[in-house]
């Protein structure tokens, strides 16, 4: 559910980048910051293998409504990491192995 249509450059990039998380278990802070990927509006990384992400990562993804992170073995959500998607209306974390969510309240999460 890569939705790239609303990307106008290099959509390529961000498919390179998006294949490299395969086996990658820690989504670094940065790791969108030099993709073209302000426009996306979907992203689907189930099944990607992460179970560990910085705060505010998607940040950049300011235009993003649809994020999927099912079956990443996730264990633990915290306080930052949907920080900036004020875009975003569905999230699915379904099928993780969420122990833990550090939230006071889901605006806070991204906002």
Aim: aromatic letters at 6%; charged letters at 25%.
């Amino acid at each position: 559910m890569l939705d790239l249509g609303a990307c106008q450059v290099e959509a390529e990039h961000l498919l390179d980048a998006l294949s490299n998380l395969s086996g990658a278990s820690y989504l670094k802070r940065d790791f969108f910051v030099n993709l073209p990927c302000e426009r996306l509006e979907k992203l689907d990384l189930a099944n990607s293998g992460v179970w560990e992400m910085e705060p505010s990562v998607f940040a950049p993804l300011r235009q993003l409504r649809c994020l999927c992170l099912k079956q990443c073995r996730l264990f633990e959500v915290k306080r930052g990491h949907f920080a900036g998607l004020a875009s975003l209306t569905e999230l699915d974390l379904g099928s993780n192995q969420i122990e833990t969510i550090s939230l006071l309240k889901i605006r806070d999460a991204v906002l």
